[in-house]
């Protein structure tokens, strides 16, 4: 397994991302840390320098494992269920955008916060069928890039359709495209799930990315989250992929990036 951390292209609301200040320092700083790779939250590649990034990453030596999206929600609305047609059709263009720019990386492409809510005055299946609808079109132009879109599945607080692990596998099913996983972040997990260990196991053939945070969003470690056992069932589940720390920036951005490689390395010893 490998490690990395998500840090923010542009300033942003969303107050998960350890990093979201000076992108160039912040990137060099994980690459000293000791990170395997660096997860990019982007809103809109179109206002990155691409070529910069590329090289920057480049020249640290990290790898992408993948790309959030969820910003041009947070920000911009952008959603997959909006029952605004001219809404999901940006949604879908912005999301080819982001595959765009996660194919120079090999990257996935993270279908988390974008899919919206089921709005007031919607019925869940609508917003369902154009989620399905919308994530098909995604992931067919992914698949011409060789590219891996990833499902996660959130909260009840953050969206009202697709929390658990398992209604994330049988949407897999529904969308029924080879090149979409699922993503298991802990932090929505310890919400939403009777047992974290149970459901990751019995999600293993579709998960392919994973998200790390504490129970109170902060680095691992520093809430009520057992990640001793965590790891030892995702060693057991034979999972290679990246853990990908999605933390608060508290106490602050330094001294959570510090804490999340220093319990990594130890606990993926
Ligand atoms: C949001 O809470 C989250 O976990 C993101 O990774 C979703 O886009
Ligand atoms: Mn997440």
Redesign the pocket.
Known sequence: MKKSI?VSTQQTE?S?LAFKEDLEKNVRKISEFGFDGVEL?VRDPGYLDKEKIIQLVKDCDLEVPAI????A?GEEGLSLSDPNEIIRKMAVERIIEQIKFASHFGAQV?????RGIVKVGTRKEEAEEWTISGLRDCAQFAREKNIKLTL?P??RY?SNFINNLQEGVDFIKRVDMPNLGL?A?T??MNIEEVSIYDSLKKAKDYITHI?F?DSNRWAPGLGHLNFSKIVLTLKEMEYKGYISA?ILPLPDQDSAAEMTIKTLKQLLQ
Do not use: M, R, S, Y
């Not at 993270?110 to 974008?114: H, S, V």
């Open positions: 998500v969303f998960a939250a959030g999206t969820g910003q929600w993270i279908i988390g916060l974008i996660e959130v909260n953050e993503l972040d932090f929505h998200h945070a999605e």
